[in-house]
């Protein structure tokens, strides 16, 4: 294992904690099914990556599947933010 693998798997188990931790504070809502089907589908090819050879996709899975969580959280902000609507 390479430093550059090991510092990429470390990466990636750090997106991934991140992501529970989006979860957990932002789940129950609009999005929560598709957070989990997110974090399962994540944490399978997290336990399917054996060789080393694996990490770049690895890394760019977890990193698009991070994008996912950063977008949730943006939108969840901004619907806490929402103004009260006087006419409707």
């Known amino acids: ?13 750090k997106m991934n904690s991140k992501m529970w931790e989006i979860f957990e504070e932002y789940g129950g809502y609009e999005y929560n ?12 090819s997290i336990d399917e990556c054996e060789d080393d050879d694996d990490i770049p996709y690895m890394l760019k899975e977890a990193t698009e599947t ?11 902000q901004l619907m806490d933010r929402e103004p009260t609507q006087l006419y409707g």
């Open 33 to 44: 099914d598709d957070m989990l089907y997110q974090l399962q589908g994540l944490q399978e």
């Open 66 to 76: 991070m994008a996912y969580f950063e977008w949730v959280v943006e939108v969840k």
């Open 1 to 13: 294992m390479t430093k550059e693998t090991l510092k990429d798997r470390q990466k990636i188990k």
